[in-house]
């Protein structure tokens, strides 16, 4: 019987560590989607900026060398721009998948634990129905407020990452 509840706390945490570590390789995922587009922004505005500086050396009417530069900053704005509306993009998506990842976790994790111990209640030598009866009506008590406080936790969660979005 102990090697049985063992088993079930061992598998518990391997739920855990599997959720975790899908959070943690989809924030890596993420980051290095953010820092590629960082990175290829700057470069890019590197470059266009070095060959805006030759032309500018290279032009002699005051009028042009406006123009010039005038062209530049709103090409290095719009890049800007689309490199924030990319980040803002990623970030929204995942947003949306941690929140999705949260609420299969909570969900899936409340009910493998009420499992676990509606398990340990029945291997429990109790001879008298009554308290067996007062137990498990005391579970599923438990379980239907444990579910409306995960539904809330998610509906919580989902309401803090789109929070964002609505201003």
């Known amino acids: ?13 391997k739920k855990n560590l599997e959720a975790a570590m899908r959070l943690a ?3 890596i995922e993420n980051s290095q989607r953010v820092m590629e587009i960082q990175v290829a922004t700057a470069k890019s505005l590197f470059e266009e900026g070095v060959q805006n500086a030759k032309a500018l050396s290279s032009i002699k009417d005051p009028k042009q060398a406006v ?13 800007m ?26 969900t899936t994790g409340s009910a493998d634990v009420f499992e676990a ?5 029945k291997g429990m030598p109790i001879t008298d129905q009554n ?11 438990t379980r239907a407020a444990f579910e409306q406080m995960t539904r809330a936790s998610a509906e919580a969660f ?3 990452t789109q929070g964002g ?3």
């Not at 019987?1 to 945490?13: C, I, S, V």
């Open 1 to 13: 019987m102990a090697t049985n509840k063992q088993d079930q706390f061992n598998e518990l945490q």
């Open 25 to 27: 390789q989809l924030s």
């Open 67 to 79: 123009e010039l530069r005038t062209q530049y900053a709103q090409t290095t704005t719009e890049r």
């Open 81 to 106: 721009l689309s490199c924030a509306r990319e980040i803002a993009e990623i970030t929204t998506r995942t947003q949306a998948e941690v929140g999705k990842l949260v609420g299969e976790q909570l």
């Open 117 to 121: 111990m509606q398990k340990l209640f």
């Open 131 to 141: 308290a067996m009866g007062a137990m498990q009506t005391a579970m599923d008590t």
């Open 158 to 160: 989902q309401a803090f």
């Open 165 to 167: 979005k609505r201003k």
